[in-house]
């Protein structure tokens, strides 16, 4: 057998190797992952979103953002509840996540509670999982089943955050950072419905007002009227950096499809949301999501699934935190 033979199959009995690595490392994510070892797992995070829901509706929003922050960064591996330590700065004192990002205390409830019942089983990764479906679902939004099995990372760096899809990012951009991570531009447009519930920092979107280019002062894209009302709730020379307005004022706590139509109506309160106009069919699918509500609906519980999927830890890789916030010490 010549050598180069014996080189192209040694090249595809790696590739083939490689293939059913990945292969078998997603299919360990399944849903009903702890039905034998912590049967009350997902019942017990529902019980605590539901438990902060009733005292603040906008923390679900918050939970849904959690999932989001975690996954884009070094995937869903709960890398987003590490805290700082002196020697490392972590993802959660990134200027993208502090202090806008909210939920922690929720996801330490729930591990509390399970770790006094399961202690070492349920990974923080899969309560901010389990946590962000109940969240859509309290809200509004449809349920939808969680593969589980993921297990938590070491590792939390501010740097990684640059993987963050910024406040003020372009069609193309929001595209990439998406297609990066295996998602399509659709379901960047589907995921991007998660601005129906919620806030916002006025630091956010403050050029769109006040600094927006050199030529002019307020984004000539934003709706008047609108930016008018957000001019009076965020004023220019404030120094108040806690001042929020909600992402979609009509219904800011119900997973509706108001987001889209205000996208349509040129109040996206972000650079980023008023983008998915850019194109003719992205601008085509803000409309049909305002027109189908439940296809919409449907689109965002299978896009929320496969983001779940992104960058998983499984198997031995990783290992289950006892308290979210820190690294276990016996490595």
């Known amino acids: 057998m010549s050598s180069m033979i014996k080189a192209h199959i040694y090249t595809l009995i790696i590739l083939v190797s490689l293939e059913c690595f990945f292969v078998h490392s997603d299919a360990q994510l399944q849903i009903g992952f702890y039905s034998g070892s912590c049967s009350t797992a997902e019942f017990i995070v529902k019980q605590e979103v539901g438990k902060a829901y009733f005292k603040d509706r906008g923390l679900a929003a918050g939970l849904v953002r959690l999932h989001f922050h975690d996954c884009f960064v070094r995937g869903c591996d709960a890398s987003v509840l590490i805290d700082s330590t002196p020697s490392n700065q972590a993802e959660k004192d990134s200027p993208a996540n502090n202090p806008s990002l909210r939920g922690f205390d929720i996801i330490d409830n729930a591990k509390v509670r399970l770790e006094a019942l399961c202690p070492g089983v349920v990974s923080c990764a899969d309560i901010i999982a389990f946590a962000a479906r ?118 800011p706590t119900i997973s509706d499809t108001g987001y889209y139509m205000d996208v349509l109506n040129n109040r996206g309160l972000f650079t980023s949301d008023q983008s998915l106009l850019a194109s003719p069919s992205t601008a085509n699918q803000v409309r049909q999501n305002t027109m189908n509500p439940f296809v919409w609906k449907s689109k965002f519980a299978d896009a929320m699934v496969k983001m779940g999927r992104i960058g998983v830890i499984t198997g031995q890789q990783g290992e289950v935190r006892t308290n979210c916030r820190v690294v276990n010490l016996n490595r």
């Open 134 to 251: 109940d969240s859509i679902q309290i809200t509004g939004g449809l349920s939808y089943d969680v593969p589980a099995g993921r297990r938590d990372g070491r590792v939390s760096l501010i740097a990684d955050t640059k993987a963050l899809p910024p406040a003020t990012a372009n069609l193309a951009q929001l595209t990439q950072m998406f297609s990066t991570h295996g998602l399509t531009q659709e379901e960047m447009v589907t995921l991007s419905g998660a601005h129906t519930i919620g806030r916002s920092h006025c630091t956010s979107f403050a050029s769109r007002l006040y600094n927006f280019n050199s030529t002019v002062n307020q984004d000539p894209s934003l709706n008047p009227l609108y930016a008018s009302k957000l001019k009076q709730e965020c004023p220019k020379d404030s120094s108040n950096v806690d001042l929020v307005v909600p992402m979609n004022p009509d219904s």
